[in-house]
């Protein structure tokens, strides 16, 4: 009989995080203080929960009702990076800058998209994976290395967590600069349509588990990457859920689950957001995105043409005064030399006078 109870009390200990880190089918609505809507979530809501909204809002469930499947949220204030975390994700990024790595698994390896793959749920070429590859591509693209793990981790269950633990481990032995779950939700497709940039994308959900010492630092990379998002691509991130439970994130400070769009919207268009979202993190990690390096690169080009240019006017300045010792015969040719190589953008074409001297 003592063991009976021994094994109970074991069981009840573990079942509780897991129930809390199962996004099952029960979808729950957020209400402000006066009733109204703030968002959706695939999954229970606990007290305690925060919630920083798309404007940047921060808000705490202080109420459930399980049997409505709703919660309610008092305001808290701003959202505000917490300044002990940032000072310590600043030193974890200048650590991330010497080599460029980023580890990616998905925990609910069943995740697909009803209108692209037919379902939500598939066991086999499941649609997370699409969008998982995807945003690896668009990592590579900027000079990070990916390691996207494709294990699975059937059934879409409480034990999922547990099982892909031992995968988020593995993948930390490399020492990468982040571990990011990527995941899809499951709510309604207009919760996350938006558009950047005149295209039609997939809004990104950040999701950061509560219970875990890394919890600080978690959130603030989640705060980092919609502050960037915000500036760079308004719309891109959709909002920072911060619940019970820990999804993995005590092993790294850096850990991070993505929901990449829904059930209810096109695969293509969570696939078409990554290059965005891989935009931002790169700046976030590294202080760098692709518009900045394409603006050195042509920065660099237009500056390397400058230098061509002026090595031949140097090599004509010396040319002119070998061949005529004359300082106006050297004027011309420098600009008949800085005309001709730029198409009359430096120097000027000399006149029908100069030509006939």
Known sequence: MKRLWILLLLLAVFAVPARAEMDGDAVYTLYDGQGNELTMRAGRMFVGDEYIS???????????????????AEYIGPATLDEAAATAFASLIARAESEK?????????????????????????????????????????????VVYSKETFHPHDAGAYRRSRRTAEELLKDDPDALLDIHRDAIPAEQYETEVDGEDVSMVRLFVGRSNPNGEENKAFAQQIKAVADEEYPGLVKDIYIGKGNYNQ?????????????????????????????????????????????????GGAASGVFWV?????????????????????????????GSEMTAGAVGKKPDKGDRER
């Open 54 to 72: 798309g404007d940047d809002r921060l808000y705490r469930v202080a109420s459930v009702d399980d049997a409505q499947k709703t919660a309610r």
């Open 101 to 145: 790595k980023i580890a990616m698994y998905s925990t609910h390896s069943d995740e697909s998209y009803v209108p692209s793959d037919g379902e939500s749920s598939k066991l086999e070429d499941a649609g997370i994976y699409d969008v998982g590859e995807a945003l690896a591509k668009s990592f590579e693209e900027r000079g990070i290395e």
């Open 309 to 337: 240019i002026g090595a031949v006017i140097v090599i004509a300045v010396i040319y002119a005064l070998a061949s005529t010792g004359r300082l106006s015969a050297i004027w011309n040719k420098i600009r008949r030399t």
């Open 250 to 298: 005590e092993l790294y400070p850096r850990a991070l689950l993505l929901e990449m769009g829904t059930h209810e919207i096109e695969k293509e268009k969570a696939m078409a957001s990554t290059d965005y979202i891989a935009d931002v993190i790169a700046e976030v990690l590294y202080g760098e995105s692709a518009k900045a390096e394409e603006s050195a690169d042509a």
